[in-house]
């Protein structure tokens, strides 16, 4: 099963009909018209450009088992351009022998134009690409929605929430789990997949899902399905970084002061922002989110109090709002029993009452660094409630990124800075490097996340390139590196090896100095000082001392 980011539809109208017929003279095409196709195929190489700025593409479609043949089957498409007269999009080469196998009219193809079947063009959260025919009578093996968009235009592009796989693995986990802590160590996307998730949740539309190994739909098998159908308006999400200073009369409920004509002095409860999000979730069809970022940095059980053990999926109300033999009620402070306090919310503003009930769609999405767990570690009660959802370091995600080998360690000696793809499988090389060492001398909590280097992926040159690998060193590895082995410099010293020629300079007591209390000092100024290409020649040389590069062999690249 896969799930769609995006589809490509075109009705089988008369001229596409006869175009996969062979009853068209002089038409090759199956023209998708002049909509904006681009975030569809983004991503996939441009190729045969022209001077009126048109383009092909291959689209390596996914083969099906019964029709293909090989690991995919390759589907041109091609642009006009934004200079041509109609900036249309089209497939070429559409004819009966050479069409997509499953478009051809010995496959499925019915024996007539209709306006109510389409060939469409599938793309997923995966970045696989599927084509495939729906028929007429197959439109109501649909979700609702879909089949409405197929037919509210003869040919267009509907692209969905996007998302990493990864982050719609997540959102899917949240679904399934309420509560779930993002660990992992610093760098490694963490705020940013919640970035993504908080996305997915405020969509409006379902999820759809695609069984990829049907060729088309039925009313025992559909093809195409709809999960987690949300409505605008009915989704709430509240952004949060926990810290010190946060209490639970901001969490959960407060009071505050105010004056008016009858006394000096009035105090009012006041809700905060979980007792918002709970609110908001008792309302039919709503759901809501808390995303709390760092969460183990403030005092999370004084701030989550009562709502501890309402968090648990089972101390819920049910799906209908009714209560369980399981579900708990909590009385709140600064509230008599029976007491309602209003509670501000989009459009008609809520009511709570006291004592509380846990709506059953409320989800909490917090995250906290995997080294921060022995300086500031998360109330074990709290963690017990909370499904951990661990995110590492990932080598394969950051090769792919920069467009590098991962296996590839050889490099020409004095040419790094002059070689626009060198300058990039270097530092990944060295991160990679780096992670191993830290593994062994600090433990895999202190690793170095994948998105200190992403940024080098966006250099179009190789100057560029390695001014924004000479800024990673400088600027993040380093002082991560300074700080993780702050207490153990003996270990750094051996890891950059400072004893032989390097930009920092090693500075070591001699025998009386030791001998007073004097130990060695590491001197950072010429980590600043040395040119950028000086800069890359020392990391390659680092990684050769320690085996972890090789030089090319003679005349290689």
């Known amino acids: 099963?896969?799930?769609?980011?995006?589809?490509?539809?075109?009705?089988?109208?008369?001229?596409?009909?006869d175009t996969l017929n062979n009853r068209s003279p002089g038409q090759y095409d199956i023209?998708?018209?002049?909509?904006?196709?681009?975030?569809?195929?983004?991503?996939?190489?441009?190729?045969?450009?022209?001077?009126?700025?048109?383009?092909?593409?291959?689209?390596p479609l996914t083969s099906f088992p019964t029709a293909d043949t090989g690991a995919s089957t390759p589907l041109v498409v091609r642009y006009m351009g934004n200079d041509s007269s109609r900036r249309d999009w089209n497939i070429p080469s559409q004819r009966s022998a050479t069409a997509y196998s499953l478009w051809r009219p010995d496959r499925r193809l019915p024996d007539a134009p209709s306006d109510k079947s389409f060939l469409v063009l599938l793309k997923t959260y995966s970045g696989k690409y599927y084509g495939r025919l729906i028929l007429a009578r197959e439109l109501d093996y649909l979700p609702e929605d879909l089949k409405d968009l197929l037919l509210s235009n003869e040919r267009g592009c509907r692209m969905l929430a996007t998302a990493s796989p990864q982050a719609l693995d997540l959102y899917l986990t949240l679904l399934r789990e309420y509560n779930v802590?993002?660990?992992?160590?610093?760098?490694?996307?963490?705020?940013?997949?919640?970035?993504?998730?908080?996305?997915?949740?405020?969509?409006?539309?379902?999820?759809?899902?695609?069984?990829?190994?049907?060729?088309?739909?039925?009313?025992?098998?559909?093809?195409?399905?709809?999960?987690?159908?949300?409505?605008?308006?009915?989704?709430?999400?509240?952004?949060?970084?926990?810290?010190?200073?946060?209490?639970?009369?901001?969490?959960?409920?407060?009071?505050?002061?105010?004056?008016d004509s009858h006394t000096l002095l009035k105090i009012t409860p006041r809700p905060g922002i979980l007792l918002e999000l709970t609110e908001f979730a008792r309302q039919p069809g709503c759901r809501s989110l808390l995303l709390a970022d760092e969460i183990n940095r403030g005092n999370v059980s004084r701030l989550f109090g009562e709502f501890i053990t309402c968090m648990e999926p089972d101390k819920r109300l049910d799906e209908d709002g009714g209560e369980t033999p399981t579900t708990v009620s909590v009385r709140l402070p600064y509230l008599q029993e029976g007491e309602v306090l209003p509670v501000p919310a989009p459009g008609t503003p809520l009511v709570f009452h006291n004592p509380m009930r846990m709506p059953k769609h409320v989800y909490t999405l917090a995250s906290m660094n995997s080294v921060d767990s022995s300086t500031n570690p998360l109330d074990s009660a709290l963690g017990r409630r909370f499904f951990r959802y661990e995110v590492r370091p990932d080598a394969a995600l950051l090769s792919a990124?920069?467009?590098?080998?991962?296996?590839?360690?050889?490099?020409?000696?004095?040419?790094?800075?002059?070689?626009?793809?060198?300058?990039?499988?270097?530092?990944?090389?060295?991160?990679?490097f780096l992670n191993e060492k830290i593994a062994l001398f600090a433990g895999c909590d202190y690793q170095l996340g994948h998105s200190y280097l992403w940024p080098l992926a966006s250099a179009e040159t190789g100057a560029q390139a390695l001014t924004a690998f000479s800024s990673a060193v400088r600027h993040k590895l380093i002082p991560q590196l300074r700080e993780i082995f702050s207490a153990r410099p003996e270990q750094l010293i051996h890891l950059l090896q400072l004893r032989k020629p390097s930009p920092i300079r090693l500075l070591e007591p001699d025998a009386l100095d030791e001998e007073l209390g004097a130990s060695a000092a590491i001197l950072w100024d010429g980590l600043f000082?040395?040119?950028?290409?000086?800069?890359?020649?020392?990391?390659?040389?680092?990684?050769?001392?320690?085996?972890?590069?090789?030089?090319?062999p003679a005349g290689g690249a």
């Not at 769609?4 to 001229?15: C, E, F, M, P, T």
């Not at 990829?212 to 159908?229: F, H, K, Q, R």
């Not at 990124?401 to 060295?430: E, M, Q, W």
């Open 181 to 259: 802590l993002l660990y992992g160590p610093p760098g490694t996307g963490k705020t940013f997949l919640m970035q993504e998730v908080k996305r997915l949740f405020e969509r409006d539309g379902a999820l759809w899902t695609f069984q990829d190994t049907l060729e088309y739909g039925s009313s025992e098998a559909p093809m195409i399905s709809a999960v987690d159908p949300t409505q605008a308006g009915h989704s709430r999400t509240i952004w949060t970084t926990i810290h010190q200073s946060y209490s639970y009369e901001e969490f959960i409920l407060g009071v505050t002061t105010a004056s």
């Open 1 to 17: 099963m896969e799930f769609i980011s995006g589809i490509v539809w075109r009705n089988l109208n008369k001229a596409t009909f």
């Open 31 to 59: 023209r998708l018209g002049s909509a904006d196709y681009s975030a569809f195929f983004d991503g996939l190489p441009r190729e045969n450009a022209t001077n009126i700025g048109g383009f092909s593409l291959t689209v």
């Open 401 to 432: 990124h920069l467009g590098v080998s991962a296996g590839d360690r050889r490099f020409t000696p004095g040419a790094v800075a002059s070689d626009p793809v060198a300058i990039k499988r270097l530092p990944f090389l060295f991160w990679s």
């Open 529 to 552: 000082s040395c040119s950028d290409a000086s800069l890359s020649e020392w990391v390659l040389r680092l990684l050769m001392e320690h085996g972890a590069a090789e030089p090319s």
